[in-house]
């Protein structure tokens, strides 16, 4: 039973527009939320994360909104640049435990 | 290296041989865990080492697999009897254990089992 859902395999954007990456989760123990970007052939690397207790956190071009009620996360990459073509990863944590959704591959056309 | 380190980067072994993947972790970092990735699928959780407690095993397939992990360092994943099933990217990641800390990962060992 996945407990991290991501339920797009793929997005396609025009640089310069907005990408938008959507989660859900089922668990409300998660008490970490956090995004990871992953190219071929490279490990996962992490881009940015929220706390349970906060429902926005911003870190340059990046936005990560929680939306506890409806257990949904979501990551806004605003304006979108073709090196932002990647797989992205939402997960989740509880007791240091991580949990991974399937990733969406973002392709940001120039 | 300051980073995750795996080893092999690639590995191509035959159905029914074992296979001993390494994983040395970021020194300092008292969290290791490995992940599989098949191919389109999404990170599948294997197991979990917190310092000295008991490791949680809970994500391991089958018997099969297992992994040990000395002290704070270095761990080893371990396929016995591979199957063609077992083909997959296996991360390693490693993390300071607190409620705000992110994963690091490796760059990962491709496993293709002929």
């Known amino acids: 039973d996945q407990q991290v859902k991501q339920n797009s395999p793929s997005l396609s954007v025009q640089e310069g527009r907005i990408s938008i990456l959507n989660c859900d989760y089922t668990n409300s123990m998660f008490d970490y939320f956090l995004w990871y970007k992953k190219y071929p052939a490279e490990g996962p690397t992490f881009l940015i994360s929220?706390?349970?207790?906060?429902d926005k956190n911003e870190d340059g071009r990046f936005t990560v909104f929680l939306n506890k009620s409806a257990k949904h996360l979501s990551l806004h990459i605003v304006p979108s640049q073709p090196g932002d073509s990647a797989v992205y990863f939402c997960a989740a944590s509880s007791f240091n435990k991580f949990y991974f959704g399937s990733g969406t591959k973002l392709n940001v056309k120039p | 290296g300051a980073g995750v380190s795996q080893s092999p980067s690639n590995k191509v072994t035959e159905k029914g041989k074992d296979v001993e993947l390494r994983c040395d972790p970021i020194s300092g970092h008292t969290a290791l865990y490995w992940y599989r990735q098949r191919l389109g699928q999404g990170l599948e959780f294997l197991i979990y080492f917190q310092g000295n407690s008991a490791p949680d095993k809970s994500g391991l397939p089958s018997d099969r697999f297992s992994a040990e992990r000395t002290g704070e360092s270095v761990s080893t994943l371990t396929i016995q009897r591979t199957q063609q099933e077992d083909s997959a990217v296996y991360l390693c990641?490693?993390?300071?254990?607190?409620?705000?800390?992110?994963?690091?990962f490796g760059e990962g060992s491709r496993l293709t089992v002929l």
């Open positions: 929220i706390s349970s207790i906060k």
């Open positions: 990641a490693s993390s300071i254990y607190r409620v705000s800390g992110e994963l690091f």
